[in-house]
């Protein structure tokens, strides 16, 4: 009832909102409405009350709200169910502990903050309260676990497409899953899975996106390198909204996935990159490769042409560009 109590506000911003209409249009007493009120406001929501004009929405709390993340949501699965935490050490060793307790496919963890926010490679991950996306996801493809690499690729594509429908910034993607702005990492992405005979049991897809903070979020040492969506688009970006819009695309992304295979993921892929058809600089067990980056492989490799015109693949790791 509180969702529909919030609908009626946002269907009409700024404007007083009436007991009886509410009552009317919602079929519930008075009494009722009053007291779902009185929830919101608990919850951080402030409405102002005047006598016989009704109530009005002054503002909302800025905290994760399941109520409004749900409200707006247009996914089937992926978010359906919501799992919201102050603070936890990461959301993705909550995920793994609630896979093992039985949650289904779609299922999402969402911190305000992570003490302990993990990053590729065994970096941390800088998480500041209320100020990102530290989200992880479980899904369940029964595929070779030798695709990860292509659901990596995916999310990536899938962060991408939302953040350029929300926001105004110019966004692309460094190989594997980095999000760039102007050559700052905005958004990363780390997969973890399990598998069983092969294929993969489940996988938790963490994303961090760096939204609201402000260059002074950051430490000094991340300046140079980091960015958030706020400092790029010169604007606060409604955190709740830019989920809805990353779970759909998710969601219709991974439909197309499953039923087609990775050939239109990798087209996506690839005319979002920021990576191809430039020279590039990795480190591999054998040593340095630097050459251009020519293409993506149906498994997600990095096609690598070295000066020589020796073609190498490189699956893992960091590059440079
Ligand atoms: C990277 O680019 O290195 C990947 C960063 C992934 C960070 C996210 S934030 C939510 C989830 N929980 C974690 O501990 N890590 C991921």
Redesign the pocket.
Known sequence: MNERILELFQQSPEAYVSGEEISRRLNVSRTAIWKHIEELRAAGYEFEAAPRKGYRLVSKPDKWQVTELLQGLRTKVLGQKVHVYGEV?????IAHALVASGAPEGTLVL?EA?T??????G?A?H?PAGK?????LVLTPRVPVYFLPQLTLLSAVALCRSIQKVCQVDIGIKWP??LLIKGK?V????LESSGEDERLKYVIA????SVNLKVEDYPEELRSVATSLAIESGAEIKRETLVQAFLLEFEELYALYLEKGFSPIRLLWEALSVTLKRPIRTHSPSGVIEGIADSLDDSGALTVITGNGEKIKVYSGDIEL
């Open positions: 050490d990461s959301t993705q060793t911190a992570q302990a926010g993990r990053g590729r490679m970096r991950w998480s990102g996306i530290w989200m992880s899953n980095d990492k958004s990363g992405i780390l963490g994303i961090g996106i």
